[in-house]
């Protein structure tokens, strides 16, 4: 049963939308639950959007290039942000890839409501 639940999730795909808040674009992508950031940021690049320096964001998390979207939980329908790096404070450069306290996941919040 295990091996055709794997089998079958090859086929599983997620619509979900990027938002890029620079240029004010929502843009509908389709992946796979295995896909990795790195793979999103490709799929930008041929839609014709630079993803160069930018962060994506979800539930208030950073994610990292080798995260997949079943790791961070992302589901069909669900939105993640992209930022430059230069211009979102959000980040604990202390601790990259960790949860924002509760004033930065206020910010983003603000960030995400103000879209």
Known sequence: METL??????WKRYHIQVHVSEEDLLLPLTVRP?????DLRAQ??????SSWKKAF???????GEQ????????QNGSVL????????PL??????????????????KTMIEWV
């Open 5 to 10: 639940r794997r089998s079958l999730s090859r």
């Open 34 to 38: 295995a896909d990795t950031v790195s």
């Open 44 to 49: 930008l690049v041929r839609q014709g959007v």
């Open 57 to 63: 964001y979800y539930n208030a998390r950073r994610l």
């Open 67 to 74: 995260d997949t979207l079943r790791e961070v939980n992302v």
């Open 81 to 88: 942000l992209l930022v430059s790096d230069a211009k979102c």
């Open 91 to 108: 980040e604990p450069a202390d601790r990259p890839g960790q949860p924002l306290d509760g004033e930065q996941q206020t910010g983003l």
